[in-house]
């Protein structure tokens, strides 16, 4: 395979990632999986907007700590 980012299409099938390629990836490579919009099904979504909730509620915390002089590190 060549350097850098390389996009495959692809399918799921029974749950599987399947490829839509004649090009086999050697056992072992990493992918990133992204999800079109409208394919993202309403549970994955409610998990996905919970994490967003809490990363924006850490992160406000993070910065109203520092802003205040609070650093847990000391």
């Known amino acids: 395979m060549i350097g850098g980012v390389v996009k495959l299409p692809g399918i ?6 399947v490829p ?3 090009e ?3 056992e072992g490579t990493h992918v990133e999986i992204r999800l079109e ?3 993202v099904p309403a549970g ?3 998990e996905i907007e919970a994490w967003d909730k809490a990363s924006d509620e850490s992160w ?4 109203g700590s520092l ?6 590190r000391e």
């Open 12 to 17: 799921v099938r029974d749950g599987v990632v």
């Open 20 to 22: 839509q390629s004649n």
């Open 24 to 26: 086999r990836l050697p």
């Open 37 to 39: 919009p409208g394919d």
């Open 44 to 46: 994955l979504k409610s």
């Open 60 to 63: 406000k915390w993070i910065q």
């Open 67 to 72: 802003a205040h002089g609070q650093d847990d």
